[in-house]
């Protein structure tokens, strides 16, 4: 599937029902969502793989990489409308998704390399801090490696977050269109630049 056809598919899916600031609930724009995956699937980590989408809200990331033909996809989130935003957007594509609800950051429905490949848009840590350390820690844990989408400007912070444990072995930049969402929201729409980072596991942690 071309890049075009998968973000234009993407662009078709529902948003979250009632969207809570304090989980940072953005639906991943299309274009973002389609080039990470895309990204990743050219370097072999989507097609025939185990995916994990973590807090995967709507599903756009864990529905896309089903589209781009992953072995398994499971999404993670703690929100139960916005799982079942997900069910009702894989259902709409005929895609096969586990949705599972549970909690990033806490005792985790998930054994330690049970997936090949991560994809993840975390809460970027806007309204509570470093709510995206979690998702760091986690994604490293269940999978070698992990495509996430962070603040512009996070590059250093990551790398050295994940020193010892992993090393940053890409970067994309982009950008998030929102749109008005919460009350504090004072544009009709705001651009949030964004990075995608490709983290891989250091052999042998
Ligand atoms: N990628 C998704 C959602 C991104 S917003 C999409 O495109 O729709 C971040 C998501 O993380 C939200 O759905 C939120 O409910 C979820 N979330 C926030 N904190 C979480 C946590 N500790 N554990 C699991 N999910 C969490």
Redesign the pocket.
Known sequence: MRLKHLEMKLQRLKGFPAPRPV??????PADV?ARLLYHASTEGAIGGRRVLDL????G??ACGAALLGAGEVVG????LG?LQAARSNADDLEVDLDLVR????TTFPIRPDTFETVVM???FGAQKKH?DR?FIDCALMAAPVVYGIFNAGSLDFVEKYVEGRGEVTGAVEGSFAIPRTFAFHRKDRMEIPVEILRIERTEGC
């Open positions: 989980l940072e609930q953005y639906a991943t969502a807090g995967c809200g709507t756009v990331l993670i989130d703690l929100d916005a549970g909690q990033v950051g848009n975390p809460p709510a979690p």
